[in-house]
Each structure stands twice: as C-alpha cells, then as structure tokens.
C-alpha cells in the first residue's frame, strides 16, 4: 500500500463513528498508531478535555512506565495543555526551548528518551476538545508536511468523536423520552386501578401514589407497577390545602 492510499485509508477510519458499537477507546489508540506509521514521530496521544482545569488523555495500550509519566506530567504542563488553551500548534525548537518553557514537563521527556513534543489542537469551531501530542526522538522539529497532516488528522479525529457524541446524546434523549412515555401510560393505568379498587377520584388516587413514591423514595412508575402487578394499594395522602391540592396533572 502506498502512503497516499494509507492517508486515505486513515481518513475514513478516522470518518466511521457512525456504528452503534462505537468504542472511543479503540478509536484514539488506531488514532495514535496511525499517527505513529504516517508522521515521523515515535509516540502519539491524544488528550481530551473534561470538567475541571485538567486535561485526560485515555493512555496508549501497555504504555512503558516512562511514557505513562510523560502523559501524566503532560496533563497539567506541557505543549498538549498549551495547544489546547491556546487552539493552535505548540512545539519547542530543541532541549533547551522545552526546559525554560516547560521544567515540570521536560525532565519526564528527556528520561523517557524523547527529545522533542509537539502538539495540535483538537477543534471544531468554537468546539475545543483537547489537543493531540506527538512525541519524538530526533533532533529536528516535524517538517511542515508532517505538521500540516498531523493538524489534518487531528481535525479528522474532532469531527469524528463529536459526530459520536452527538449521536450518543441523541439516542440517549430517544431512549429517556420513550421512557418517560411508557412510565406516563403505566401511571396513568394505576391511577384507574387504584380509583376503582378505593372508590375514589383520579385525583386522590395519583395524590396517594406520588406520597407513597416520595415517603418510601422509590420511583413514581415503580410503585403504578407495585399497585397494578402486585395489589398494591397506598394510603390516602394526608390532606392539604385546598391551593396545595389542586390538580397534578
């Protein structure tokens, strides 16, 4: 295979999260091999934002424990947090540039035997995801070319995994509305339940129910089940004012 056909071949893998199995995990560790076989760079590793001031980067499988501290230490310092506060690519010149830029970050890549780091941005728009570091052992920085693919494939790969959440989000919000319909239908069928069995309103009955839900703190949908499947039957929630007792639903 040539390069130009592995660059492609890279694209649409960095394109296919559109699967309903879709692992994110497997996904940047094929996003860090291929960055290992396209660029001239000896490591790879993508570091994604979450809550808090400190990025998180999912580890390569079976780092070596000096990789593992250089991704730790490049958490919190480092061209990666750099890359990601400032969304454009950050890269030292040689040794000397790394330590007075980063002297937390740079004794961890000099023990672990790299030389260089450069890292990218992972943005799309105003949606900044985390940045992508490139590790090296070599004494020059990436050429351009290198630079440029590597900025390319980290586009590829934000596209992809906020395409995944997206969709995710999606079909979470699907399944919580379904969800709440079919509690609707099983509360409204306990409602009638409970009224026939008690001789009375629909509105006393629902009362009864939310008490017992909230007295017991179970679930509303749970205790309709308790009163159509299994005889359940509450007892009338105590009385209220009359503005306090008007009609839930």
């Not at 999606?170 to 009638?192: D, Y």
Request: aromatic fraction near 4%.
């Amino acid at each position: 295979m040539s390069r130009e056909q592995h660059i492609a071949r890279t694209f649409v893998e960095l394109a296919d999260t559109l699967v309903e199995d879709f692992d994110v995990i497997d996904f940047l560790h094929q996003m860090t091999v291929r960055c290992q076989e396209l660029l001239d760079v000896t490591d790879a590793a993508v570091f994604l934002a979450h809550p808090g001031p400190l990025l998180h980067s999912p580890a390569p499988c079976d780092p070596s424990p000096s990789l593992q501290r250089v991704l730790d230490a490049a958490c919190t310092e480092g061209p990666a947090v750099d890359a990601y506060r400032t969304t454009r690519s950050v890269a030292a010149a040689d040794e000397a540039e790394t330590a007075a830029r980063w002297p937390e970050f740079a004794p961890q890549l000099q023990q672990a035997g790299y030389s260089l780091a450069t890292a990218l941005p992972m943005r799309l728009r105003q949606e900044n995801i985390g940045s992508l570091l490139l590790l090296r052992t070599g004494s020059r920085p990436l050429n351009a070319d290198d630079l440029a693919l590597a900025q390319a494939l980290a586009d590829a790969a934000t596209i992809g995994l906020i395409q995944a959440r997206t969709i995710h989000q999606q079909h979470t919000v699907n399944e919580q509305l379904h969800t709440a319909l079919q509690s609707r239908i099983i509360i409204e069928q306990a409602k009638g339940v409970l009224a026939a069995r008690s001789n009375i309103t629909l509105n006393t009955a629902f009362e009864a129910l939310r008490h017992h839900a909230r007295h017991h703190r179970i679930m509303l949908s749970d205790v309709a089940q308790d009163v159509i499947h299994n005889g359940l039957t509450p007892a009338p929630a105590p009385a209220r004012s009359q503005a306090a007792a008007a009609d839930p639903e």
